[in-house]
């Protein structure tokens, strides 16, 4: 299972570090994305990253100011979040699925997954930005 943790309530051009554990495996081949949801509307992708490679994506709208980054000891992903504002406010999800080696050796990255390609989701962080 992934477990997300960090979330919370911050000011507008606040900071908050989101995490996501890896339970009962690692994510050394995974690709690990991070997805946001508001209610009423789609689930949408804001970053993720290759752990077979270290390639990373991020969506326009958090280009610049999310970074994703993996700590291979600790077994966990983060999503750093800088000068944070309203429209950030949502439910964030952490999902892995193992074909991280596969994606690098087809010379793909980690847009090609679908939601519905991931082996594990976790039950989602809330982030609350006031302004």
């Known amino acids: 299972q992934v477990v997300e943790s960090g979330g919370g309530l911050v000011q507008s051009g606040g900071s908050l570090k989101l995490s996501c554990a890896a339970s009962?495996?690692?994510?050394?081949?995974?690709?690990v994305t991070w997805f946001r949801q508001v209610p009423g509307k789609e689930r949408e992708r804001v970053s993720c990253?290759?752990?077979?490679?270290?390639?990373?994506y991020y969506e326009d709208s958090v280009k610049g100011r999310f970074t994703i980054s993996s700590n291979n000891n600790a077994n966990m992903v983060h999503l750093q979040m800088n000068n944070l504002q309203p429209e950030d406010t949502a439910t964030y999800y952490c999902?892995?699925?193992?074909?991280?080696?596969?994606?690098?050796?087809?010379?793909?990255?980690?847009?090609?997954?679908?939601?519905?390609?991931?082996?594990?989701w976790g039950q989602g962080t809330q982030v609350t930005v006031s302004l």
């Open positions: 999902a892995a699925d193992s074909i991280g080696l596969r994606l690098v050796k087809a010379r793909l990255d980690c847009r090609s997954l679908r939601q519905n390609d991931y082996d594990y």
């Open positions: 009962g495996f690692r994510f050394d081949d995974y690709v």
């Open positions: 990253i290759t752990l077979s490679d270290g390639a990373t």
